[in-house]
């Protein structure tokens, strides 16, 4: 290895003699450091080697399980500038507090020093970090997660990076024996510090609260930085859909955690002839581009994907790309060391073990799932088979679409086009789902998540939305993607599933696509324009045996429905202050408005 750039060097100096690690391994992302980190790995029991090729089970500890969003701390200089959706907390105090649970906290330990590209080497749109760990297993994942190593070294001689601190918390005194998850769940702390911009992380080893280029730098951090220089970090997928004639759109799509992001960007379309390509499953930064457009890369080198419910059906390419070369964590392990999940197959194999290492039994009074329901992935992109070649150009994608969506059972239309970039905007701004197992708490409850944004923003959400209103002023109006939202859990009233989804959401993107190509019209409506219930210009459902009705309820104005969706909206901005854009207040009003004219005359 050349001499690594001072300022590194210097911070690896500053950081071993705070936390007094045993060692300092510099990490250069090659494959025999792989291979070692999984051989250590598994001789500490972290890992279980199953039978698929190159690929280990992790089981954590119970209590480090998601995304902890009560202790991820904005430390923005007033908390004003975090805003109402966010933690904050007070810059100094934080940085002394975690200071102190910093020191000393590697001992026994490696300190892993892992330099990190969030984007092609080299690119314009790439930002830098450099993670320092204590956990073999962060080094390993971070290694899938991003493009790790002695190129991402080497421009640091140049460019900036943001310096990323972890640490498990778990020192080990001399001769104390070391468990397979050590973690501190209950002092964990995530803390951003924009300003620097520094991110430390303190007590866990699960997922975005310890793999730091992903949530806290990408998106957190990313944001404000993205704010400040005029481009998007975006909660985002990328696709491209090519139709039968090979025409191709790129789009877009912001849905919170665990709501089909990953099925959606690995799409296997059921309509004859179409074609999706992946590009990304959860993060994308996007600027404008020389031609004008706007145009998105996806920063990450992999997939952590959630495992429950992936099956053959639902995700047949995502299967395939965790054939191989993955590393899962807390799902079941079967007899013959392979995992499963519930939603793999309908019926769970006999003799599998849980998540937690016990024998499983289904059916058993008190027994949970056999597989956590946050338990994960992490792949390379590169093992999806349906990989779009353009995930590693510099310049991005030209964006055509934007999608938002949610999980939401009633009210919300399959889906709808918004009316001008300011409703889009709009559209984006009162995303709401119902929550789930990705972040701790109860899943179920419908909370505003706004542009999928609400646990990744790291700045005031109200300024957010005018950044998003003053990038589209900065696009020339025939060049501005448009925005659709979109809704795939629409139950009826009997509570079965209205749309099929999955490979049956090909559909949608088709009607989408004849929009985009001004093939296919669209009714104007109170709440945006909306497919037409049959005919040419209705979505293609052609073999599908839905519900009677299924598509009128599917694309109809519930006015009841959204009389109570304005009120709660309105209730959500009023949290936001006077940082609302006004542009905002007025596409709401105008929305109430429409919706009256439309009960009247209905
Ligand atoms: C994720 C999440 O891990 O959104 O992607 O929680
Ligand atoms: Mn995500």
Request: overall charge neutral; charged content about 15%.
């Amino acid at each position: 290895m050349t001499a690594p750039p001072a300022s590194v060097a210097r911070w690896v100096d500053e950081v071993t003699q705070w936390c007094a690690p045993a060692a300092v391994r510099w990490c250069d992302g090659s494959p025999e450091e792989r291979a070692d980190l999984c051989r250590l790995l598994v001789e500490r029991g972290t890992l279980i080697p199953l039978a698929r090729p190159d690929s280990f089970l992790a089981r954590s500890h119970p209590g480090d399980v998601a995304r902890v969003e009560a202790r991820t701390v904005i430390c923005s200089a007033t908390a004003q500038d975090a805003g109402p959706t966010n933690r904050w907390a007070d810059p100094d105090l934080t940085r002394a507090d975690l200071r102190a649970r910093f020191r000393g906290s590697m001992a026994g330990r490696t300190l892993y020093v892992l330099p990190f590209a969030m984007g092609p080497i080299g690119a314009a749109a790439t930002r830098y970090g450099v993670q320092l760990t204590d956990s073999p297993y962060v080094a390993l994942s971070m290694a899938v997660m991003t493009r790790l190593g002695t190129a991402a070294l080497d421009r640091l001689h140049h460019d900036p990076f943001v310096p990323c601190w972890h640490s498990l918390g778990a020192p080990l005194a001399p001769g104390q024996a070391d468990v397979p998850w050590p973690c501190d769940p209950e002092r964990t702390c995530i803390a951003h510090f924009p300003d620097q911009p520094a991110i430390w992380s303190y007590g866990s080893g699960y997922g975005g609260n310890a793999l730091l280029g992903k949530k806290c730098l990408a998106l957190r951090i990313g944001s404000v930085l993205a704010q400040r220089e005029g481009w998007m970090a975006e909660h985002m997928l990328l696709l491209a859909l090519t139709s039968p004639e090979g025409r191709t759109w790129h789009l877009a799509g912001a849905f919170p955690s665990a709501c089909g992001k990953t099925n959606l960007a690995m799409l296997a379309p059921t309509l004859p002839g179409w074609t999706v390509r992946c590009i990304g499953d959860d993060i994308a930064w996007l600027r404008i581009g020389a031609d004008g457009r706007l145009r998105a890369i996806n920063p990450e080198a992999g997939f952590f994907g959630v495992a429950p419910w992936t099956s053959l059906a639902s995700n047949p390419h995502g299967m395939a790309t965790i054939a191989h070369g993955a590393i899962f964590t807390n799902t079941a392990l079967t007899a013959d060391r392979d995992v499963w999940w519930e939603g793999m197959t309908a019926q769970p194999p006999a003799g599998l073990t849980d998540w937690q290492g016990r024998a499983w039994t289904p059916g058993t009074p008190g027994v949970g799932p056999a597989a956590h329901p946050n338990a994960r992935y992490t792949v390379p992109v590169t093992n999806c088979p349906i990989l779009d070649p353009a995930w590693h150009d510099g310049e991005g994608v030209p964006i055509d679409a934007i999608l938002f969506g949610g999980r939401r059972m009633g009210t919300i239309p399959l889906v709808n086009e918004a009316l001008s970039w300011e409703h889009g905007v709009f559209l984006g701004s009162t995303c709401a789902s119902e929550t789930t197992a990705a972040a701790e708490g109860a899943t179920g409850v419908v909370r505003h998540d706004p542009f999928a944004m609400l646990p990744f923003c790291g700045y005031h959400m109200g300024d957010y939305f005018a950044h998003w209103l003053e990038m589209g002023a900065r696009l020339d109006a025939a060049k501005r993607p448009r925005v659709y939202y979109v809704n795939w859990f629409r139950k009826g009233s009997d509570g079965r599933w209205l749309w099929p989804g999955f490979g049956d959401n090909a559909r949608v993107l088709a009607w989408i696509a004849g929009r985009l190509a001004g093939s296919t019209s669209a009714r104007r409506t109170a709440v945006g324009n909306l497919p037409a219930v049959d005919g040419s210009d209705a979505i293609d459902t052609s073999g599908l045996s839905l519900a009677p009705g299924a598509m009128a309820q599917l694309t109809a104005v519930d006015v009841a429905g959204w009389t109570r969706e304005i009120a709660s909206v309105r209730a959500f901005y009023a949290t936001l202050g006077n940082r609302l854009p006004a542009a905002l207040a007025r596409e709401l009003d105008q929305l109430q408005s429409r919706l009256a004219a439309t009960a009247k005359a209905g």
